[in-house]
């Protein structure tokens, strides 16, 4: 699939071929295997908060343990731990996929793609604005970060009727989603927990996040937009432009349906399923099991009123989810990293000794090292409430021991997990809407590298600026 990409001999001599994605991540298994036997074991000790009855880490209670290295067969083993404790997000994979596959063999996708094609004819440069700052509420809501992946494939197929590739279609979605995210006004996951464990007022400083959220929004959308025009003035420009060569068939404008009122049935489905979802989630707390229900039930009445017999909705559902194979267990195999890692005892090591490091630098530039550290930190715990769960017991301490506020350390606790989620190969939501996709991880990374940048650069600089003005809760 990714031949086409190998430069000839002739032209380039001896050049560098990026692994595989699967090789990289194996490769990071061994590193952390290896590291076990270098890094000495380290934990902290875990009590349980009696009010929130969350696990959080005791600041003070770090020492070393005996070192657990993780052997030969265990380096191995680590990718079937990887997949048994990412089992939910593989499972969601597979199920979501089903679905939509149930739903596509409806017609309706295409037939709704037409109309939104028909509306943005000749005016493109409206269609990623409007579908970034639609999924960044989503992301400084509720969080949306997995949730993006379903969505991916609209987006997709939108983008490349318009002269767009792949890549187009997946940033309009999921980095719309990640700057939200980043942003994190409302988002109970991340801002939400850190504010409970810093004991500050629960989504404080929301005018501060108002503030950087416009620049990193409109960051995002200038960026993703001048890619996207690019690409159509030169489709050879794209990064995936092998790839989009083998799907320039895919979508046919001239034989889309138009909608028909069985179509309009499957989208009042597919309306009432998210809507479901974002209450599910807001109001009822909703885990990844539960929203993966609501879409395999969306996925059968769509069926049902789509018209489709239950034989063919059966080989659609095997067909959608056959689709996400390749991402499901990249999904697995990234998780051995940790399962590694946990193994040998080694995270709570790291952990400790980036924060020691902060410690010692001058106020104005401890919390931007506070935020290198989360961001290095989030290779290791992807997960928001749960870094926040870890990492901030230990950095409200250091951050009362230099002289910056809690609100401060927030800050650069939010941005250091937001941002590099769009680029590490341990988010579960990286991963999987890049396997909806079909997009390679590394020509990703080429794309999305300077983004990061520069929403690290913009987090930075208003880093600086609140201890500046002493950012406190308003």
Known sequence: ???????????????????????????????????????????????????????????????YVEQTPVKFLDIFMAVPKGMKAAASIISFLFIVGGAFGIIQSTGTLQAAISRS???????????????????SVGGFTFGMAEETIVFVPIGIAIARSLGFDAITGTAMISTGAAAGFSAGMLNPFTVGVAHSIAELPLFSGIGFRFVVYFFILGTAIWYTSRYAFRVKANPAASFIHDLEIQNKSELDLSNLPRLQPRHMGVLLVILAGFATIVYGVIKLKWGIDSIAGVFLMMGVFAGLIGRVN?????????????????????????????????????????????????????????????????????????????????????????????????????????????FSNSIIPTSAALMGYLAVAGIPYERWVRFIAPLIGYWSIIGGVFIVISVLINLGPF
């Open 310 to 418: 239950v034989n063919a909705m059966a080989d659609a559902f095997v067909q959608g989810a056959k689709t996400l194979a390749f991402g499901a267990l990249v999904v697995g195999f990234a998780r051995g990293i940790l399962v590694t890692l946990e193994q040998g005892q080694i995270i709570d090591t790291i952990v400790h000794a980036l924060a020691s490091l902060v410690s010692g630098l001058p106020t104005i530039l401890a919390p931007v090292a506070m935020f290198v550290v989360q961001s290095i930190i989030n290779f290791f715990i992807p997960s928001g409430s749960g870094q926040a769960a870890t990492t901030m017991p230990i950095m409200i301490p250091v951050a009362d021991l230099i002289g910056i506020t809690r609100q401060t350390a927030v800050l650069a606790f939010q941005y250091g997990d937001a």
């Open 1 to 63: 699939m990714q031949s086409g990409t190998q430069p000839e001999k002739k032209e380039s001599g001896i050049r560098f071929k990026v692994p595989h994605t699967y090789v990289i991540i194996f490769l990071c298994i061994i590193v952390a295997a290896i590291a076990s036997y270098v890094v000495p074991a380290g934990v902290f000790d875990r009590v349980k908060d009696p009010q929130t009855g969350r696990t959080l880490v005791d600041a003070a209670s770090f020492h």
């Open 117 to 135: 094609v028909l509306y943005f004819r000749g005016r493109e440069k409206f269609l990623i604005p409007a579908s970034m700052l639609l999924f």
